[in-house]
């Protein structure tokens, strides 16, 4: 009896033995499949972040194209007022340089008129002079 007894409490041994295998397993398994899902989610995170990260940096790219060209457009605007500016000027300081040049021609003329009706009165006073000598 004694040796079924025995056998008895082996096969009971085995049993639980193959019953916490099986339990191993199975929490085994679980383990997988929890970080299978859990890995997977994660995957599925960073892709998503990905995703918005690449939007994120288009938009920041475009935003700064759109920064650039409207810099440009100001700039060519300022550019071609400053252009614009310095036609005028330069007109301006040409009818300066031409209106200076006649006043200087004028009092030339004038001087020169002047010189020559002095000069006329002169040779009349040193007639008149020599007449009267």
Do not use: H, P, W, Y
Not at 41 to 64: H, P
Not at 81 to 108: C, F, G, P, W, Y
């Amino acid at each position: 009896m004694q040796c079924e007894a025995e056998v008895r409490e082996l096969k009971r041994t085995i049993q639980a033995l193959r019953d916490e295998l099986e339990l191993t397993q199975r929490d085994k398994e679980d383990a997988v499949q929890a970080a299978a899902v859990t890995a997977s989610q994660e995957i599925t995170q960073l892709k998503v972040t990905i995703v918005a990260l690449r939007d994120a940096l288009e938009n920041a790219f475009m935003e700064r194209e759109n920064q650039v060209q409207t810099t440009l457009a100001g700039s060519a605007a300022e550019i071609a007022l400053l252009k614009d500016t310095v036609a005028n000027l330069r007109e301006m300081l040409e009818l300066a340089q031409i209106e200076k040049e006649s006043a200087v021609q004028q009092v030339q003329q004038t001087a020169n008129m002047e010189i020559a009706q002095l000069q006329a009165a002169i040779q009349a006073i040193r007639e008149q002079l020599e007449k009267s000598l």
